[in-house]
């Protein structure tokens, strides 16, 4: 889509790895290139976490329960998970965005918008430095990246999604709308299936309809996403990367491969999951000014409870115990619990926001918890858990 956008404009690019967990899989498995494979835990409860590309025609995406999955693609190889490596692999090629610019903000482990406007001078025009981000992403990590390219982020998401596998697509501003206005709806971002199913209804299939039809009688319809919609279809989207961007919450959750009756059972996995949180909060550098419980019964009826804490804290033993007084708020279960999560919520940056606990006993879980951080770095192949947890395993048949 050529020409390249003036000089003076934006040039944002959002870069998302293309099938990543498979890919970077295939890193160590390349026989099974080409072939239907399907990233997930290999048990009956589990979800697809990643397909690629061949087990997609098939039907298969992310989030589908692996059951599902393996009925739409019988033939597909299931192949489980390693997110330390995939956290790893992550972070080089964050690191790798850093060299292009200083301004990237990180979406997730596998993308990211990055704003190329002070790198032209150096680099080039938008498209070369989106085909070098390509070229050297697949020269020094064997991974396929595909870029989009705008002057508005999420018409950079657009180009991005539009361009996959492997690709890359330039929206320069003089095009944007004649971009925009060729699109479905469902193209646009924030447009899930019950909003696209609520627009159809209106008589709006296309972007070009939402444009043309008049905000007033949008917002009355919808409301302030009516509003939202319609000055997106105009392109208007003036927000811009946000470099280092807090997570806004971080979280941890199991579903059971057998529905859990047993009390003790339930609190050791809340245990596990508060570690796993807690360990991820110190490793973000950020603590959780509040926690929220999860919990699934066998029906899938689904329970969320939040709590706000006297102080911000990344120790799983303030985690945990929060965690556990609002499953005893509760009260009796009415069925056996088929999925618990732990969610720890409104994080703020250790370096300055952090109120520190006059709590000794905290203070003394963190010091042990931060040496099993220290251990677990050290040692990857050494499993480090409260000595309750360990037990636990031990005792499992």
């Known amino acids: ?26 890193l160590t498995r390349p026989e099974l290139r080409g072939r239907k494979i399907i990233v997930a835990q290999d048990s009956g409860r589990s979800v697809v976490l990643s397909a690629s590309y061949e087990a997609r025609a098939d039907g298969v995406r992310s989030a589908m329960p692996l059951a599902r999955a393996r009925r739409a693609s019988p033939d597909a190889v299931v192949i489980s998970p390693h997110m330390d490596v995939y956290r790893e692999l992550s972070r080089r090629i964050m690191s790798y965005f850093d060299t292009v610019t200083d301004a990237v903000e990180q979406l997730s482990v596998d993308e990211a918008f990055l704003d190329l406007t002070g790198a032209r001078r150096r680099l080039g025009g938008p498209e070369q430095i989106g085909q070098k981000i390509r070229r050297e992403i697949r020269g020094e990590f064997n991974l396929p990246a595909t870029v989009g390219i705008a002057d508005r982020k999420f018409i950079a998401k657009i180009a991005s999604t539009r361009a996959k596998p492997d690709g890359l697509m330039l929206v320069p501003p003089h095009r944007r709308l004649e971009f925009l206005h060729s699109l479905p709806v469902t ?30 009688a949008l917002r009355r319809r919808f409301g302030v996403t009516g509003t939202a919609l319609h000055r997106l279809a105009w392109g208007e989207d003036a927000r811009e990367v946000q470099p280092h961007r807090i997570e806004k919450s971080i979280g941890a959750e199991e579903t059971f491969a057998v529905d859990v009756e047993d009390e003790a059972a339930l609190r050791a996995e809340l245990l596990r999951l508060s570690h796993r949180v807690a360990a991820r909060l110190r490793e973000s550098g950020v ?36 965690v556990l007084g609002m499953l005893e708020r509760l009260g009796e279960r009415p069925q056996p619990v088929r999925l618990v999560g732990v969610r720890a919520e409104r994080l703020v940056d250790e370096g300055g926001s952090l109120q520190l606990s006059f709590d000794r006993t905290e203070t003394n879980w963190l010091d042990a918890e931060s040496a099993l951080d220290a251990i677990a770095k050290k040692f990857p192949q050494v499993q480090t858990a409260p000595a309750s947890l360990l037990r636990a395993r031990r005792e499992d048949p």
């Open 1 to 26: 889509m050529a020409p390249s956008p003036p000089a003076d404009s934006r040039v944002l690019a959002h870069v998302d790895m293309d099938a990543y967990y498979v890919e970077v899989e295939l």
């Open 187 to 216: 193209a646009m971002w924030g447009v899930g299936g019950k909003t696209a199913e609520s627009l159809k209804a209106f008589g709006i299939t296309t972007v070009l309809q939402l444009a043309e039809t008049p905000e007033p």
């Open 287 to 322: 603590s959780a000014e509040g926690i929220s419980l999860k919990l699934r019964y066998s029906d899938f009826e689904t329970l969320t409870r939040s709590s706000t804490l006297s102080h911000p804290t990344h120790s799983a033993l303030a985690i945990y115990a929060r």
